[in-house]
């Protein structure tokens, strides 16, 4: 390969003297040069590779012609069986210092990065003086990013990705030599993962660019297997702010793609709680995995009131009702929120509900007036069903037998309009003053005051708290 340099740089001086440099062969040259230095190959099929792997063991590294040899350095670290072959491999290699081979470790070492083994240790000082040993792109990007330091490369890079916007993510991979695909080695995997962790720490300022980043780079085949440190990424820095919509649609549309809803999709989300429990602890686990649900029960509730308020004939009514719950949404008194759509009315609130671009679910009434919807919220410890019509509101106990479950397909609308329960069930009218009648009995059985209301009100003897 030196040759080859020495054979472009001849080019250059005599173009610079004045001479023309040939019009096809230098340029393509150049571009052949760079194409070696670029970036580190795709990773050989391991079920290709390991027979090879096992005859090259039996013929030994010494033996091996120059192209077996290099392609034992790029794939030995597939798998710790082959960890005596690959620590020979380094042996010749280091003592012949051929630049094939050199290119072949550092392949090896940043495709498959085995920190877990001893023989890392090894390959990496053997990948490091490799980088150093000729005038090509591994020199610098050993010295700028600690790459053949295993405990350092990673963090260093993933620091330069948090200082890159999206559109600039993937030129960072090139200059670092990882490829257009972060999640094709191993090396990149790690990347990944202290990027996460980096992006997870952020305040909210500083998070929306790296979000932005993260969710470019996300593999979903290479990286399935670190999406709870995609979940902590994402969601830890809004614990207690609220990102922009379109930036929170966004992380809610990759979330729910990848995992589900969190509240039809328990078991999964269960296993990235406990998942990351064992790094960050249970209670700030849950407490992270707890923003996306705070984000689709508000989408659920604000979806809900704005739909039936473009579609219902009393708007004023309405209006009432929509200000008087919402006000337990925006101080976050609402764990819980869940559309039940009558049949008629499902399809015009639907088409309304995409329009906005949120992805909502909810149940299906079947029986009852067609258009007439519920929304089934949970404050404290009462369930709660208020209608898009003039039905009455209804109060249960949430562990009432009679009350409706939270997240169900369909329901039976004489369940939902049901007028008996256990001895603490009640309805109400909303008859004249009837905000101030709501506050009152959901203070008086969770404690929880309105926003503006406070106690409530109630028409009798202490009618005032």
């Known amino acids: 390969m030196s040759i080859l340099r020495a054979a472009i740089d001849r080019m250059d001086a005599l173009a610079s003297a004045g001479l ?3 019009p096809t062969t230098q340029p393509e040259l150049q571009r052949q040069l760079a194409k070696l230095d670029a970036s580190i190959g795709e990773a050989e099929p391991v079920v290709e590779l390991k027979p090879f792997l096992r005859s090259a063991a039996e013929n030994g590294a010494e033996a091996l012609p120059r192209f077996q040899l290099n392609r034992v350095l790029r794939g030995a670290w597939c798998d710790p069986e082959f960890d005596d072959l690959g620590s ?13 081979s050199d290119q072949a470790m550092i392949d090896g070492y940043l495709t498959y990065f085995p920190v877990d083994r001893p ?18 792109a591994w020199r610098e990007r050993a010295r700028q990013w600690d790459l053949f330091a295993p ?12 200082a890159r916007d999206d559109e600039h993510v993937f030129q960072l991979m090139r200059e670092v030599g990882l490829g257009a695909n972060l999640a094709a080695s191993g090396f990149g995997q790690a990347t990944f993962a202290r990027f996460c962790v980096a992006t997870a720490e952020l305040p909210p300022s500083k998070a929306v660019s790296a979000q932005r980043s993260l969710l470019r780079l996300f593999d979903k085949e290479a990286l399935a297997g670190q999406i709870e440190l995609v979940v902590r990424a994402l969601l830890e820095p809004w614990v207690k702010e609220k990102p922009e919509p379109e ?7 990759f979330l729910l793609d990848q995992i589900g809803d969190p509240r039809l999709q328990r078991p999964r989300w269960d296993r990235i709680v406990r998942s990351l429990a064992e790094t960050i602890g249970a209670e700030r686990a849950l407490t992270i995995t707890q923003v996306f649900k705070r984000w689709l029960t508000e989408v659920a509730m604000r979806e809900f009131f704005r739909a039936i308020a473009k579609t219902t004939d009393r708007p004023d009514q309405w209006a009432q009702r929509e200000k008087f719950w919402m006000a337990y949404l925006d101080a976050g008194l609402v764990s819980d929120a869940w559309p039940a759509l009558g049949i008629r009315a499902r399809n015009q609130i639907e088409d309304i509900i995409r329009q906005s671009g949120e992805r909502p679910e909810y149940g299906i009434i079947r029986g009852g007036p067609p258009s007439s919807s519920s929304i089934i919220m949970q404050i404290g410890d009462l369930r709660i069903s208020e209608w898009s019509d003039n039905g009455l509101c209804r109060f249960w106990a949430s562990d009432d ?3 409706p479950g939270l997240y169900l397909k369909y329901y039976e609308g004489g369940s939902l309009r049901i007028m008996t329960g256990r001895s603490d069930f009640e309805h109400a009218m909303h008859s004249s003053s009837w905000q101030g009648k709501f506050a009152a009995i959901i203070f008086r059985r969770t404690s929880i005051q309105h926003p503006q209301l406070g106690r409530g009100t109630i028409r009798n003897w202490n009618s005032q708290w």
């Open 401 to 403: 037998g009679k009350a």
């Open 88 to 100: 020979a491999a380094l042996d010749r290699a280091v003592e012949e210092q051929r630049r094939s």
């Open 20 to 22: 023309a440099k040939p």
């Open 119 to 136: 023989v890392m240790g090894k390959l990496a000082d053997a990948a490091s003086s490799a980088a150093q040993r000729h005038e090509w």
């Open 151 to 162: 405990s350092q490369g990673p963090a260093r890079v993933a620091q330069d990705l948090l």
């Open 247 to 253: 930036h929170r649609k966004a992380i809610s549309e």
